[in-house]
T-cell receptor, first 113, second 109 residues
Framework: GAVVSQHPSWVICKSGTSVKIECRSL??????MFWYRQFPKQSLMLMAT?????????EQGVEKDKFLINHASLTLSTLTVTSAHPEDSSFYIC?????????FGPGTRLTVL | RKEVEQDPGPFNVPEGATVAFNCTYS??????FFWYRQDCRKEPKLLMS???SGNEDGRFTAQLNRASQYISLLIRDSKLSDSATYLC??????????FGKGTTLSVSS
């Protein structure tokens, strides 16, 4: 099946710093990618829909100025967590929609100290 | 009311047992339905799609009842490797997938 990669797979940072997470579709073009967040023992919660060449669509309660999304090409979307705080520590997963299936990246575990 | 609700779990069963998970969804406009499997600290992976006519894949059987807005997953002859969290997932159309909270299965020898 199609492959979606994420980088980095894990990151530890100090409070107040910014962290960029990359999501790439390796063997297909994705006009739409999705960013999810999952807290321990919780379901995946959609944060935003990333559209190539246009602004992302954010879900209610997700601060667009804090979670910056850029989808500059058909194979790359980035999520930047700005001024990260300990409550932002979570598992961030991107996904890209193929023809008949949605493929998920391996996730990025963010820990903010 | 949450869009996708699942059995609270966890389910602890011995090897060889049959176990069933239930799921309900609230949006009658939901178009597609899936069961995903998620291992600890990993991304979710598609287990199988769910159709009104039922869908069987080896030891796994999924059922959809649109009238009741109810989805089920049956696992027969449980294996140790089946231990994971099973996510009920709904696609409403034009949006991302909507995930249930998941039901944890632990199969022991």
């Amino acid at each position: 099946g199609a492959v979606v990669s994420q980088h980095p797979s894990w990151v530890i940072c100090k409070s107040g710093t910014s962290v960029k997470i990359e999501c790439r579709s390796l063997d297909f073009q994705a006009t739409t990618m999705f960013w999810y967040r999952q807290f321990p023992k919780q379901s995946l919660m959609l944060m935003a829909t990333s559209n190539e060449g246009s602004k992302a669509t954010y879900e209610q309660g997700v601060e667009k100025d804090k979670f910056l999304i850029n989808h500059a090409s058909l194979t790359l979307s980035t999520l930047t967590v700005t001024s990260a705080h300990p409550e932002d520590s979570s598992f961030y997963i991107c996904s890209a929609r193929g023809v008949n299936e949605q493929f998920f990246g391996p996730g990025t575990r963010l820990t903010v100290l | 009311r949450k869009e996708v609700e699942q059995d609270p779990g966890p389910f602890n069963v011995p090897e060889g047992a049959t176990v069933a998970f239930n799921c309900t969804y609230s949006n009658s406009a939901s178009q597609s339905f899936f069961w995903y499997r998620q291992d600890c600290r990993k991304e979710p992976k598609l287990l199988m799609s769910v159709y009104s006519s039922g869908n069987e894949d080896g030891r796994f059987t999924a059922q959809l009842n649109r009238a009741s807005q109810y989805i089920s997953l049956l696992i027969r002859d449980s294996k140790l490797s089946d231990s994971a969290t099973y996510l009920c997932v709904v696609f409403i159309g034009g949006t991302a997938l909507i995930f249930g909270k998941g039901t944890t299965l632990s199969v022991s020898s």
